[in-house]
């Protein structure tokens, strides 16, 4: 892709946690992972305009390791997507969040929004172990995005932000390695195309 072309970015590339997607990418050592998603950050702030957002999951624990991938300097907030139904084990017991970790280029400026999603998961599997809620992911893409914005999400997985952006009027890349949620993602697409548009 091109440098300085996307205008947003939401991502939610693997957390190294042992999940199965098909490879390996989700069970690297720890100097592997940090390796890995170090050359993810580099090449997505390449391609994303100064003034693009880029909005990336990671787990409670890999806050700091995503801050140093995408580059301390990019770093602006961390918010927080609150799944009230969602349980995951922590070594404090089960917490019902995880970060949101939000970086940009130049042009910052108060957007005066709450910095705290509450949207319940489980009913969106897609054939995917770890799909975001459709709804949370089209609230990012209002909040931070425009019309005809180009969106980007270098690991779409069963296709959420593709889908999310053609109800919402706008331009996306999805890139995806595993053939069976591109197969998924493409049928959710052709699916969000014969949609009628609302306003969100």
């Keep these: 892709m091109e440098e300085d072309s996307v205008d947003l970015v939401v991502t939610d590339p ?14 690297q050592s720890e100097e592997e ?3 890995w998603l170090t050359k993810v ?13 880029v909005l990336v999951f990671n787990g409670v624990d890999r806050i ?20 009230p139904n969602k349980r995951s084990k922590s ?3 089960y917490n019902l969040w995880q970060p949101l970790i939000m970086f ?4 910052r400026k108060w957007l005066r929004l709450r910095d705290f999603y509450s949207f319940t998961t489980g009913q969106e599997k897609y054939g995917h172990p770890t799909p975001k809620p459709q709804k949370l992911i089209e609230k990012l893409i209002v909040d931070f995005s425009e ?5 980007l999400d270098p690991f779409l997985g069963s296709g959420t932000t593709s889908a999310a952006s053609e109800l919402l009027d706008r331009r996306h890349v999805g890139i995806e390695c595993n053939q069976e949620y591109v197969d998924i993602a493409r049928s959710r697409l052709e699916m969000a195309k014969s949609q009628i548009k609302l306003p969100f």
Excluded at 15 to 20: L, Q, R, S, T, V
Excluded at 41 to 53: F, H, N, Q, Y
Excluded at 64 to 83: L, Q
Aim: charged share 25%; glycine share 12%.
């Design 14 to 27: 693997p957390y190294n946690i042992g999940k199965d997607y098909g490879n390996d990418s989700d069970r």
């Design 91 to 93: 070594l404090y017991g």
């Design 104 to 107: 940009r280029g130049e042009g």
């Design 147 to 151: 019309e005809g914005d180009l969106v």
């Design 41 to 53: 950050g580099t090449e997505v702030m390449r391609v994303a305009k100064p003034t693009a957002w």
């Design 64 to 83: 700091k390791t995503t801050i140093d991938a995408f580059g301390e300097e990019n770093h602006v907030w961390v918010s927080c997507w609150y799944a």
């Design 33 to 35: 992972y940090v390796e």
